[in-house]
């Protein structure tokens, strides 16, 4: 099966370790994958900020760039939910490309959802020696229902113990461009999200969306507290031994 | 009211910085919401019940003419008198002249989110008159003289503590060393003075939950009770309700009251459910002798000819802000109006001008929990995106955020260019923070490193990793 993978921006500047991972996966599930060079954001900061004249030109650009894939796999709930369901909305006054952004719609699919849910993948075996608390991003959780899928490919790493949260459906306080527009309230979501990690007794937090990760790294780091931050990918591509934990350093000497 | 909204960030930082309002805060992921979510838990049809919730008001806003004239015929052919204001100003004017008609000294009052919406309190006590509110929650802060911060617990933001503050400074004439500490002492105390205003009162004010069009009558839910006594004891009733309250029938009042206080507080119903009609008729044992009905625009019409016409199913639940995590940091008073959280993020703007409340709309993470707990479905992320679309339209996005966002989707469009930009960027960037993995400061990134590290680049785009490997491109 020809995939096409959209990186992300985020991904594709802050950590690529992602997107390599997202190959592994589906390579391993037996999937030909295509990285169109014609991708770069999916608009989100600008379909969140009210400037729908470069949301709509931005969405145009991904639509056009991924007419020709099936499968167009993101490795991201938040991104992912943007095109699935935001670019449908973009266009109500457009006929023509409402119908192409709802053609895309609904050929993307979340990294987890694609190999669970469509490619039927079980669960993958790695090693991750962890108590770890999973992240479930708002829009991956709430536009996608992204929930069990993560869960059920992890069942299969060795070593891995996953710690559902209290405030498990609550959010993490990014938010995009909130958490510089707003950086005092979400500073206190971000804490208690910190809070609610901390007393879970995990060591390590997954989560399938960068931003919230980075967020809640960014904190903990602020904070002291060491923690293994991981986007879920990079868990089940069995890379964690290679790469440092977002936000955390490298080992010494390695490239 | 008068708002505050304008200040929103200055409120919202004070609310952060207020050491008792925080304790109250933290209190609530464990109150309201674990019981909305037994009590959902408990009715298998409840998700179904909101889409029949849904469909009546949605129903009933398409014919919306239809149905106050049918409730107001009602009203009339029962012996009461329905008005009809258009703004605050009218509502308050109406409301001082009916209780200068009645001759009233006190006045008292059930909790009513209009009421506050359009300053009862201060218009009646301007011209004269001493209101007094019933419902606990609103007593308190009425003596307070503070705005209620949730629209369903009006005092959830006080500890027992400034309660007990507030009786002392205003109950000179009972004893100064009475024991105050338990709230159960302090329910007792509250009783026993509202049962004199009570009984003293020639006018009771109330709100409405619902107004039923096929009988004229007026649904009130609470959990005191105070208001059957607001209604039953004065001579003269007033009720007060914006125009979108109204239901067809009694059968969907029902059905609009099972998601209700479900949603509300994990009630399978509240308390006190009362169905009123009209005034007392011959042969009642108690009731008013004059009944009105305010029907109140103040800026409903607007709403529903254009794109927040959804907004009007609004029932006032509450589960939108007992769920919202940007109101469970800093409290409903930051909110700056009568409303706060999701739905106030809404409804303000569109009430009192997006000019009068720019932050609102843009205070939200769009995380979507108020629009999954929503009884009557509304989609209140996408109505605050939509706000957030006027007001980029309308030029009202700080200079820095516009062009910010400009420059990035200029960028966005042209994959050749952005990968010039960014790959050197990402690259310094990444060679920078390669020791630590991260950033504790940043130029023009304070808004993120001041509360948080940034963590760093690889140093490698993906893109630049995949070229180097040769992937295949189409
Ligand atoms: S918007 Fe929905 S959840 Fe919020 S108060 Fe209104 S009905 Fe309740």
New interface residues.
């Given amino acids: 099966m020809k995939v096409a993978l959209f990186v992300t921006c985020l991904v594709d500047l802050i950590r690529p370790s992602v997107g390599m991972a997202a190959v592994k996966l589906l390579r391993d599930a037996g999937c030909e994958v295509v990285v169109p060079a014609a991708q770069t954001c999916c608009g989100q900061p600008a379909v969140n900020s009210g400037d729908r004249a470069d949301a709509v030109a931005i969405a145009k650009r991904v639509i056009d760039a991924f007419s020709s894939f099936s499968h167009v796999v993101v490795p991201s709930g938040s991104c992912a939910g943007t095109i699935k369901v935001h670019y449908p909305e973009l266009f109500q006054d457009d006929p023509v490309m409402a119908r192409r952004a709802r053609d895309l719609a609904d050929r993307t699919f979340e990294l987890t959802t694609f190999l669970a849910d469509v490619l039927k993948v079980g669960a993958i075996a790695g090693r991750f020696d962890a108590e770890a608390a999973y992240h479930d991003s708002c829009s991956g959780l709430r536009e996608l229902g992204i929930r069990e899928q993560p869960r059920a490919l992890l069942a299969g790493i060795a070593g891995l113990e996953l710690q559902e949260l209290k405030g498990a459906a609550t959010c993490c306080g990014f938010g995009g461009l909130f958490c510089v527009k707003y950086p005092d309230i979400s500073e206190k979501m971000v804490d208690a999200k910190v809070d609610d990690i901390l007393a879970s007794g995990a060591d390590a937090v997954l989560g399938g969306d960068l931003g919230c990760l980075m967020n809640i790294a960014g904190r903990l780091s602020r904070r002291g507290v060491p923690m293994n931050v991981r986007h879920v990918a990079e868990v089940l591509a069995d890379m964690t031994a290679d790469v440092p934990p977002v936000g955390g350093r490298e080992a010494r000497g390695s490239a | 009211m008068q708002s505050t909204a304008r200040a929103f960030?200055a409120n919202?930082?004070q609310a952060?910085d207020d050491a008792k309002l925080q304790v109250a805060l933290a209190r609530f992921?464990e109150g309201f919401p674990v019981k909305r979510r037994l009590a959902v838990e408990r009715l298998p049809e409840f998700e179904a019940l909101r889409d029949d919730a849904k469909e009546i008001k949605d129903h009933v806003l398409a014919h919306l003419d239809y149905y106050l004239e049918r409730f107001e015929a009602k009203v009339a052919e029962r012996g009461g008198q329905v008005h009809w204001c258009s703004d605050a100003e009218e509502a308050r004017t109406l409301l001082v002249k009916l209780c200068r008609d009645a001759g009233a000294t006190t006045i008292t009052k059930a909790k009513s989110m209009i009421g506050e919406e359009i300053g009862v309190n201060d218009c009646l006590e301007e011209a004269g008159f001493k209101p007094v509110e019933t419902d606990l929650g609103e007593y308190i802060i009425q003596l307070r003289h503070e705005p209620p911060s949730h629209i369903i617990a009006p005092a959830v933001h006080l500890s027992k503590d400034q309660v007990a503050e507030a009786f002392r400074a205003a109950h000179k004439d009972l004893p100064d060393d009475r024991p105050l500490n338990e709230p159960q002492e302090m329910l007792d105390e509250a009783r026993a003075v509202l049962r004199r205003a009570f009984l003293s009162s020639s006018v009771g004010i109330t709100g409405a939950n619902m107004l039923v069009a096929e009988t004229g009558s007026i649904v009130l839910v609470t959990n005191e009770g105070n208001a059957d006594l607001t209604q039953t004891i004065p001579p003269v009733q007033i009720v007060i309700a914006s125009i979108e309250k109204i239901v067809p029938t009694l059968e969907d009042a029902a059905t609009v009251l099972r998601v209700l206080a479900r949603s509300a507080t994990g009630q399978d119903l509240s308390v006190y459910t009362t169905f009123t009609t009209g005034p007392r008729r011959s042969g009642d044992l108690d009731g008013p002798q004059h009944f009105h009905v305010i029907l109140l625009d103040n800026g409903r019409t607007r709403m529903l000819g254009g794109e927040f016409r959804e907004m009007l199913r609004c029932i006032r639940c509450g589960a939108c802000i007992n769920h919202c995590?940007?109101y469970?940091?800093?409290g409903g008073h930051a909110y700056g109006w009568v409303y706060s959280g999701p739905m106030g993020a809404v409804l303000i703007p569109n009430l009192i001008g997006v000019d009068e409340a720019k932050?609102l709309p843009?205070?939200?993470?769009?995380?979507?929990?108020c629009?999954?707990v929503c009884p009557m479905r509304i989609p209140l992320p996408?109505l605050l995106?939509k706000?957030?679309?006027?007001?980029?339209?309308a030029g009202q996005?700080p200079p820095l955020?516009r062009y910010g966002?400009?420059w990035?989707?200029r960028?966005?469009?042209w994959?050749a260019l952005?990968r010039l930009a960014?790959g050197a960027?990402?690259a310094t960037l990444g060679r920078l923070g390669?020791?630590?993995?991260?950033f504790?400061k940043m130029p023009f990134?304070?808004?993120?490193t001041?509360?948080?590290?940034?963590?760093?680049?690889?140093g490698?785009?993906?893109?630049?990793?995949?070229s180097a490997e040769k992937?295949?491109?189409?």
């Fill in positions: 960030t919202a930082r952060l992921p995590p940007v469970g940091a800093i932050d843009n205070a939200s993470t769009l995380c979507g929990r629009e999954e996408r995106r706000l957030r679309d006027q007001q980029f339209e996005v955020f966002l400009r990035w989707a960028l966005a469009r994959p952005y960014t960027g990402v390669r020791r630590k993995g991260r504790r990134a304070g808004g993120w001041n509360a948080r590290d940034l963590p760093a680049p690889q490698r785009t993906f893109q630049q990793w995949w992937g295949v491109r189409q």
